[in-house]
């Protein structure tokens, strides 16, 4: 490796070729991601033996000096890298790298199908740990086949605008006002990325970012008007620091609406880009440019979606020319509430709630125990434990409670980290210092107690170092460590035990962990072992996650509460409970209750539509219903929230959801087999099985014929709604062929119906 001679820098292929650097350089560029299948290739060491040195001076870009091949492929261009962390026979790499791209190429984030690949060659190869040895460097969510197609869904645009540009660069050197200028629209980018948006556009002055686009998460309101002010913050402190420096005011005004809108990949320029179209984007810039400086408005139905969580006022300045109400965030509520409707009470979880309690009473004298709470999105597990813990509110506990992200699914200890905050008391306001001697001060602490175990092999230095890497602080003058992942993840987990020991002592611990169906590998590796290790500790451990996702947990006491729709009755008794009545119209329970199948969130946001919208109102001490019960408009809340479900998908799953429900609520295997273009390759069955197992849909039948049915009728109509115009008419012809093919003579005298409505449909 010698960076005089470029040629002579490379990688030696398996045929014993060299791809020389400049090589490597010219094909780097543009390509989204390098899997470089060979021994120890995260290291990248030096092939010649006795030159330490050279493994810092791997392929050399623009004299830079680069330590290992991960940094050193990011800095040639590429956007990600995956490598072995050690040596691997073909074989193996071979058969991990196929499952990972059958993935990847389905339209898979790099992310989701490296934890495929790896849990497909642990299954089917358990004693090989070639699964543990791939690692991936770059943005878990980057796309290496650009999948196209457009859809219709419901978003909130974000339209940012900077004030006093031009004074700056008219009173300023030009370099150093342009760097400002750089720095602002970074910064602001930033806050939007960290609150789950995408920036579409950055102009001279003006950012348009959107939420719920190309990735919903079910509150992209809420995370816009989060995200807004979250801008306000940071710009308080950017501004402050240019008119110091300048003597120029920066400004910021934000403006957000949200609508139903057109999203994907367009044909614009020669690779195309992701476009969101529709009035939502247009409202929020002609909003934004009304918006006095350091301030953020926002129309009515970003409004009605963030009210709960936020309060709003109506902005001084009116504008009926936009044709919306018009009101100006204040700031987030204390407490999310709701006037107009009741939360209602916990209806039909009595054997959950004894379970939990009993699970505590146990704890409290030493015998702590994992709890895992399993249900679908909506069906109430959070509502669960909240309900639990109002009756332990004068029961003496200590509660650490953690949340998995979905973007934070490929980010190590993405969950272990805000637990372990809570757990040392760091705190938001703390700078490093502060939080290093918080950290070290609970090290110390843990040191010099019995029940810290800190003896041996196990060392305080190495317990800080273990922590810090886990709460994201680097403590300067620590000793490197070289050993391995899993031994880590153990020795983290004795010494986090330690603390749980030592806390628990003086209170006994409830550590809530919710949404775990999203939590990331190394999370997990600890967490398991935690709960292994609280068997004789006052410490209830509990994990909620939907059923799609599974783990073989390792506690010694695991208590497993299934969630399962509500009944009828139960139903019936939620909604007389949400309206504060014992009666109702007739035909508006019998139009809500067979809508929400069961689900308790489903029910309660139809409710408080309808009562938003004045489709039921309360005259007198009794509700009427005003307006026709025919098909309910679904409530943004409960779209939002299946549309989440959805995007998390493969793209496979995805078109395979959609053609589904094209042809109904309930449909034949045969049918949506004959619908798929061979040429498309479109993996029906495959597809089916992801369907399946994340719950969107089930069997219904096996015989005379397989059928299967959604799992409710709200996400086929997402599914359905989210097809453009062109795209359902095309498939409500391709389902019409499928089934002239498949019912000949005397069948098909059953499917005319079904003909006549998809060729209807489709325009046939």
């Not at 900077?162 to 629209?185: M, N, P, V």
């Not at 609280?534 to 996650?545: F, G, Q, S």
């Not at 039921?616 to 509700?623: P, R």
């Amino acid at each position: 490796l010698d960076e005089s001679r470029s040629q002579a820098n490379g990688l030696r292929l398996a045929n014993g070729e060299v791809l020389a650097a400049d090589e490597i350089r010219r094909t780097v560029r543009g390509q989204p991601l390098i899997f470089l299948n060979g021994c120890s290739s995260v290291k990248g060491k030096a092939e010649e033996p006795g030159d330490p040195d050279d493994a810092e001076r791997i392929l050399p870009y623009g004299g830079l000096s680069v330590q290992g091949l991960a940094s050193a492929f990011l800095l040639g261009g590429a956007l990600g890298f995956i490598g072995t962390l050690w040596p691997v026979y073909d074989e193996a790499a071979y058969r991990f790298a196929v499952h990972f791209y059958r993935s990847a190429l389905r339209g898979e984030p790099v992310g989701r199908a490296l934890r495929q690949a790896r849990e497909t060659v642990r299954r089917e190869h358990p004693a090989d740990p070639i699964w543990a040895s791939f690692v991936f460097y770059g943005d878990p969510t980057l796309c290496i086949a650009e999948v196209a197609g457009q859809d219709r869904r419901l978003v909130t645009s974000l339209y940012a605008r900077l004030g006093g540009l031009t004074e700056l660069f008219r009173h300023s050197d030009l370099e150093e006002a342009a760097s400002i200028q750089e720095a602002s629209l970074k910064l602001l980018a930033q806050e939007i990325a960290a609150g789950g948006g995408q920036v579409n556009s950055l102009a001279h002055d003006v950012i348009l970012a959107t939420f719920g686009a190309p990735l919903a998460y079910g509150d992209d309101a809420q995370r816009a008007v989060r995200a807004a002010l979250s801008m306000q913050q940071v710009w308080k402190r950017f501004s402050q620091d240019v008119a110091q420096r300048t003597g120029t005011r920066l400004q910021l005004s934000l403006a957000l609406s949200t609508g139903e809108v057109i999203a994907g990949q367009t044909t614009i320029g020669e690779r195309g880009e992701y476009a969101v179209r529709g009035e939502a984007v247009d409202l929020a810039r002609r909003l934004g440019q009304r918006v006095p400086a350091g301030q953020v408005w926002a129309e009515e139905h970003t409004y009605r979606l963030a009210n709960r969580a936020f309060d709003f006022a109506s902005p001084e300045q009116p504008t009926p020319e936009l044709g919306r109400a018009i009101y100006r965030v204040v700031g987030p509520k204390p407490q999310q509430t709701s006037a107009l409707v009741s939360e209602g009470q916990f209806v039909g979880r009595q054997e959950p709630l004894t379970t939990l309690r009993q699970c505590w009473q146990r704890a409290l004298v030493g015998n702590g125990a994992l709890i895992t709470v399993v249900g679908v999105a909506g069906v109430g597990k959070s509502r669960l434990i909240e309900t639990w813990r109002a009756g332990l509110a004068e029961a003496p506990c200590r509660w650490l409670v953690g949340t998995c992200q979905p973007q934070a699914s490929a980010v190590p200890y993405g969950l272990l980290s805000p637990v372990l905050h809570q757990l040392l008391g760091l705190k938001a306001s703390d700078d490093e210092a502060t939080a290093r001697a918080r950290v070290q001060a609970a090290v110390d602490r843990l040191a010099r107690s019995f029940t810290g175990g800190l003896s041996g092999t196990m060392q305080a230095t190495q317990a800080l170092a273990l922590l810090g890497e886990a709460v994201g602080l680097e403590f300067p003058g620590l000793p490197a460590d070289d050993v391995d992942p899993e031994a880590r993840r153990s020795q983290l987990a004795r010494v986090i035990q330690g603390l749980l020991a030592q806390r628990s002592a003086e209170t006994p611990l409830i550590i809530v962990l919710e949404d775990v169906h999203w939590i990331d590998e190394t999370s997990l590796a600890v967490i398991d072992k935690l709960a292994e290790g609280i068997a004789h500790l006052p410490v209830l451990l509990i994990a909620l996650y939907r059923p799609q996702w599974g783990h073989d947990w390792r506690a010694r006491r695991h208590h497993e509460i299934i969630l399962d729709r509500l009944t009828e009755n139960e139903s019936r008794e939620l909604l007389c409970d949400l309206l504060e009545t014992t009666t109702l119209p007739p035909e508006f329970v019998e139009t809500v209750l067979p809508t929400a199948e069961g689900n308790p969130l489903f029910l309660k946001e139809m409710v408080r539509s309808l009562v938003e919208r004045g489709a039921i109102v309360k005259s007198n001490g009794a509700w009427q219903v005003t307006e026709e019960m025919g098909a309910i408009q679904m409530p943004t809340t409960i779209q939002a929230t299946l549309q989440g479900r959805i995007d998390r998908l493969g793209e496979n799953e995805r078109r395979v959801l959609r053609m589904a429900a094209v042809i109904g609520l309930e449909f034949a295997h045969e049918v949506l087999a004959a619908m798929a273009d061979p040429s498309a390759g479109l993996a029906v069955d495959e597809g089916l099985d992801e369907l399946r197992r994340w719950e969107f849909i089930a069997e219904r039948a096996f015989w005379p014929e397989m059928r299967y049915a959604f799992q409710h009728a709200l996400i086929q109509q997402v599914a359905y709604e989210g097809l453009l115009e062109k795209q359902r008419k095309q498939l409500h012809r391709q389902a019409g062929r499928a089934l002239e093919i498949l019912y000949a003579g005397e069948q098909r005298e059953a499917q005319v119906e079904q003909l006549a409505y998809h060729f209807y449909a489709g325009e046939a």
